[in-house]
């Protein structure tokens, strides 16, 4: 049973437009959010986090959004640029130790 | 940032040999370190919470005896995958969280590409 989702596979941007990765959960227990970037045969590199007391976390082009009565959060990226061009990968954690990944959002932007 | 580093990078073994993976924090102290697996267009799936001086917890599903943790120093951990068969092919990635670090911050190695003949 996937407790956190990321339903898109893969997404093509256009550079400078905006690139919105998706992701959702099932797990109510959940209380921290995080995002993060993986280049090939690199490990994953922490994004940015949200809370689960909060909404919105913004850090520079980076904005995560999340709507709990939707188990849903979102990255938006703005504007988006080649070198973002990466895996993204959804985390989240219930019990401050334990990170429960997606499947990861390949995303590709396009110069 | 903070830089976890694993060895080898990729190993590529015979059926029923065994593999030691090393994961390394370079530049801080870990009392807490993590293993995944990643399975190709997968997830990553944690494996074992690793605890520096004590026994790894292992998620379940996970053989304990198949897959030695051990964490003997605050910047070194080791993954021993025994008698490996082709099946335990995968990619391995640890991550290390920081001793003084913000909750939840989990820092990764580049993992290691395992394959088994």
């Known amino acids: 049973d996937q407790q956190v989702k990321q339903n898109s596979p893969s997404l093509s941007v256009q550079e400078g437009r905006i690139s919105i990765l998706n992701c959702d959960y099932t797990n109510s227990m959940f209380d921290y959010f995080l995002w993060y970037k993986k280049y090939p045969a690199e490990g994953p590199t922490f994004l940015i986090s949200?809370?689960?007391?909060?909404d919105k976390n913004e850090d520079g082009r980076f904005t995560v959004f999340l709507n709990k009565s939707a188990k849903h959060l979102s990255l938006h990226i703005v504007p988006s640029q080649p070198g973002d061009s990466a895996v993204y990968f959804c985390?989240?954690?219930?019990?401050?130790?334990?990170?429960?990944f997606g499947a990861g959002t390949i995303l590709r932007v396009k110069s | 940032g903070a830089v976890v580093s694993q060895h080898p990078s990729w190993v590529i073994c015979k059926s029923g040999t065994s593999v030691k993976i090393e994961c390394r924090s370079l530049d801080f102290q870990a009392t807490t370190m993590f293993w995944y697996r990643q399975f190709p267009k997968q997830s990553l799936m944690l494996m074992a919470t690793?605890?520096?001086?004590?026994?790894?917890?292992?998620e379940q599903g996970v053989e304990k005896d198949k897959f030695l943790i051990n964490h003997a120093s605050l910047t070194l951990s080791t993954l021993t995958v025994t008698s490996a068969h082709p099946e335990d092919s995968s990619f391995y990635i640890c991550?290390?969280?920081?001793?003084?670090?913000?909750?939840?911050?989990?820092?990764f190695g580049p993992g290691t590409r395992l394959t088994v003949l």
């Open positions: 690793s605890n520096e001086g004590s026994k790894a917890t292992y």
């Open positions: 949200i809370s689960s007391i909060k």
């Open positions: 991550s290390a969280r920081d001793v003084g670090g913000r909750f939840n911050e989990q820092f």
């Open positions: 985390a989240a954690s219930e019990d401050g130790n334990k990170l429960v």
